[in-house]
């Protein structure tokens, strides 16, 4: 498995025994994917309860150990996730319903940030793809931004950051040249230093949570697809 035995996947297993490192490792975890997990919650229809239901979809994930049931060789932790997360919501459904029934609750329904247009046109499963995508281009941005920050480069980077998802029009470049007195040429080939490096970032990150290369380029192919970031390292 090469790069892939130390992924994060790898991690999820040694947490079975429970030690202190691995479930920091997994707390890390919760704390990456709790965007797509809350956007599937309210692409559900659950409104005032979304948070809290993320909230205790991630708590019962870590106490219930349900981590123990994961296996690589099954599919991707993408997969694996919102698997467990619909799981969840069925026993929320069910207990909310018995709590309904006998007085002591009422269970709503209501979407806080999405009109009824948009939720037609997009599933709960599309949601979760597209923020899952998210939080993978935001963690690498992250580390990007920590290795300037390090290089001493972090007021260039937070300068250069608006041209790393989105290719720069000429004028821009010229625009932003200028303010920071740099060559035309200079400037884009620190863009294009920066986006290469995103892009290897992105790659590491999806690496995090496949198995072996075949599964990481799917989930490249996956990502892009859902929000259309540019991940051929090659260019």
Not at 57 to 63: A, D, I, N, V, Y
Request: net charge negative.
């Amino acid at each position: 498995m090469g790069r892939f035995e130390t992924t994060r996947w790898s991690l999820v297993l040694r947490a079975r025994g429970e030690p202190a490192d691995a479930r920091k490792a997994l707390e890390a975890l919760c704390r990456t994917y709790r965007a797509p997990v809350l956007a599937f919650v309210r692409s559900r229809g659950y409104g005032a309860d979304a948070e809290d239901l993320t909230q205790s979809f991630f708590t019962r994930f870590l106490e219930r150990a349900w981590h123990s049931n994961a296996d690589p060789e099954r599919g991707r932790f993408r997969s694996f996730l919102l698997t467990a997360l619909k799981r969840f919501l069925i026993d929320a459904d069910a207990e909310a319903a018995a709590l309904k029934r006998g007085g002591a609750f009422r269970f709503e329904s209501i979407d806080d940030e999405a009109g009824e247009d948009e939720r037609s046109q997009q599933t709960p499963e599309s949601v979760f793809e597209r923020e899952w995508a998210r939080a993978m281009l935001n963690a690498a941005f992250e580390r990007l931004r920590e290795e300037a920050e390090a290089a001493d480069k972090l007021a260039l980077f937070e300068r250069l950051s608006e041209f790393l998802i989105e290719p720069p029009d000429e004028s821009d470049y010229a625009r932003v040249a200028a303010e920071l007195n740099l060559r035309r040429n200079t400037l884009a080939v620190a863009v294009h230093r920066l986006r290469h490096r995103l892009r290897d970032l992105v790659r590491e990150e999806l690496s995090q949570t496949t198995a072996n290369r075949e599964e990481m380029e799917q989930e490249v192919r996956a990502l892009r697809g859902s929000v259309g970031f540019y991940l051929n390292s090659a260019s």
